[in-house]
């Protein structure tokens, strides 16, 4: 297949490589930029645990210097993609949980204690679930320092605006809410739009696929659980039978 991958650098190279070992034609147009930002120093006295649900978090605290006194804490990531990356800075104590911030929930409630600290949640700016909110409403402490923030793209990188034009595409992965938002603002003109109607889009879930909605004779496919690897799978799955 000819797919576009959407996501931010240093992950859309990666996930590029992923797809041309499987065979696919690949375009890569980043949608959003990260951008670290300065933050004071965490509050690590009396802390019990922290909390990733992106790896753009870790790569932010590790940008800051202070990744270091943070390794020997229990750490709660979302997904083996953002454990991976933990495994690979040094943390010892690992507690993988499933793909959303809402799904690690339970295992931080099962790991951690109201009474014991607080938790640290590294943040960005913006947030598909407020994380922070559920654990304070379950008796727990939580601050959260924002590490970084999503910019979005203004316009098609040259090669994603020919590749719609020029029927030169099949399908467009999208793995996150502001991507897929940020990509129906640039398809927001008419003609752009009547060609993303033709085109198969590859969503990690149904927060993500939600913008689209307004593309109604688009193929929306979302695979069973919102991992890069069952998405992977997926889009195996629909190569095979294209």
């Known amino acids: 297949m000819r797919l576009l991958v959407t996501r931010p650098q240093p992950d859309a190279d990666a996930q590029a490589e992923k797809l041309k070992l499987l065979g696919h034609e690949v375009s890569v147009a980043p949608l959003l930029d990260v951008e670290f ?39 709660f990531t979302v997904g083996s993609a953002t454990a991976k990356l933990a495994h690979a800075l ?36 913006r947030m598909a ?48 809410p502001a991507t897929a938002q940020t990509y129906m603002a640039l398809v927001s003109e008419p003609d752009l739009q009547a060609l993303a109607e033709k085109l198969t889009f590859f969503c990690l879930s149904r927060n993500v696929a939600e913008p689209l909605k307004t593309l109604q004779d688009a193929r929306v496919l979302i695979p069973a659980n ?9 889009i195996g799955h629909e190569a095979a039978n294209w």
Do not use: W
């Not at 600290?117 to 943040?123: E, F, N, R, S, V």
């Not at 654990?135 to 601050?143: K, M, Q, S």
């Not at 590490?147 to 605006?161: K, P, Q, T, V």
């Open 37 to 75: 930002l300065d933050f004071a120093a965490l509050p690590l006295t009396g802390a019990q645990a922290l909390i990733a649900t992106s790896r753009n978090a870790l790569r932010a605290l590790e940008a800051s210097g202070q990744l270091e006194p943070t390794l020997v804490m229990p750490l």
């Open 90 to 125: 040094g943390f010892k104590k690992i507690h993988e949980g499933p793909g959303t911030a809402e799904e690690l929930l339970p295992l931080v409630q099962a790991g951690c204690s109201p009474g014991a600290g607080t938790l640290i949640h590294l943040a960005g700016e």
């Open 129 to 176: 679930f407020d994380i922070k909110s559920a654990l304070e409403n379950e008796g727990f402490d939580v601050v959260q320092p924002v590490l970084y923030r999503i910019n979005m793209a203004d316009s098609f990188a040259e090669a994603a605006h020919k590749a719609h034009g020029s029927g030169a595409l099949d399908g467009v992965i999208l793995m996150s």
């Open 226 to 234: 919102p991992t890069e690897d069952d998405l992977l799978a997926l």
